[in-house]
T-cell receptor
C-alpha cells in the first residue's frame, strides 16, 4: 500500500545506546521531515530534507543525525540516547515543500531508560 | 522569537459550534495550517490559509487575518468523533513550519 510508514512503532532503549528510527514513503515526495511531540511543546522540527542528499536542521537538532541517500527513506539516528529524548517521533512528507500539507507516519514511541 | 498560542483545552456539546483560536508571532509569514490529531494517532491535514479571509470545507472552516496574526478554526454540527487535538502551524519566512501546542477538544453528548 502507498503511504508513509515508520518503524518500529515502539522502542525502549538505554541511555547511551545508538538508536535508528526508520521512515519510508512510497509517494516519491521531495520533502521529508522529522518531528518530536512532547506534552506542552507540541510538534517540534528536528531535521528536514528537501531532496535526496539535502538535509537541514530544524528547531531541536542536537543529539540527532539524519541521512537521505534515497528519496523514499529518511532515517533518524540518536547517536547516544538520553532520557530527554524520550518522546513520540513523527516522520512526515510533502510533495510541494513547506506550503503543502504534511502527510504523517503513525509515529514511533521511544522510551530511553 | 517564534510563538504560537492556542487554548490548551476546550469542551463543547454535540451538535453545537466551536471556535478554536490561534495567535502567532513569527519571523515572517508564508501560510497557516490546521491539523487534527486523535489520541494516539498521527496528525491529519484539515485546512490551509495563506490569504486573509474564510476558507470553508464542509463542517470545518478556517479564518485568517495576517495583520492581526490571528486564525481560527470553526467546527459546526459537532460530532463525538470530533473529539481530538487541533494543531495550528505557521510557515515562517525561513520556510520552517512551526506548530502550536495544540488544543484538546472534548465533545460531550
Amino acid at each position: 500500500d502507498a503511504g508513509i510508514t515508520q518503524s518500529p512503532r515502539y522502542k525502549i532503549t538505554e541511555t547511551g545506546r545508538q538508536v535508528t528510527l526508520m521512515c519510508h514513503q512510497t509517494w516519491s515526495h521531495s520533502y521529508m521531515f522529522w518531528y518530536r511531540q512532547d506534552l506542552g511543546h507540541g510538534l517540534r522540527l528536528i531535521y528536514y530534507s528537501a531532496a535526496a542528499d539535502i538535509t537541514d536542521k530544524g528547531e531541536v537538532p542536537d543529539g540527532y543525525v539524519v541521512s537521505r541517500s534515497k528519496t523514499e527513506n529518511f532515517p533518524l539516528t540518536l547517536e547516544s540516547a538520553t532520557r530527554s529524548q524520550t518522546s513520540v517521533y513523527f516522520c512526515a512528507s510533502s510533495d510541494g515543500g513547506v506550503n503543502s500539507p504534511l502527510h504523517f507516519g503513525n509515529g514511533t514511541r521511544l522510551t530511553v531508560t | 522569537g517564534q510563538n504560537i498560542d492556542q487554548p490548551t483545552e476546550m469542551t463543547a456539546t454535540e451538535g453545537a459550534i466551536v471556535q478554536i483560536n490561534c495567535t502567532y508571532q513569527t519571523s515572517g509569514f508564508n501560510g497557516l495550517f490546521w491539523y487534527q490529531q486523535h489520541a494516539g494517532e498521527a496528525p491529519t491535514f484539515l485546512s490551509y490559509n495563506v490569504l486573509d479571509g474564510l476558507e470553508e470545507k464542509g463542517r470545518f472552516s478556517s479564518f485568517l487575518s495576517r495583520s492581526k496574526g490571528y486564525s481560527y478554526l470553526l467546527l459546526k454540527e459537532l460530532q463525538m468523533k470530533d473529539s481530538a487535538s487541533y494543531l495550528c502551524a505557521v510557515v515562517s519566512s525561513a520556510s520552517k513550519i512551526i506548530f502550536g501546542s495544540g488544543t484538546r477538544l472534548s465533545i460531550r453528548p
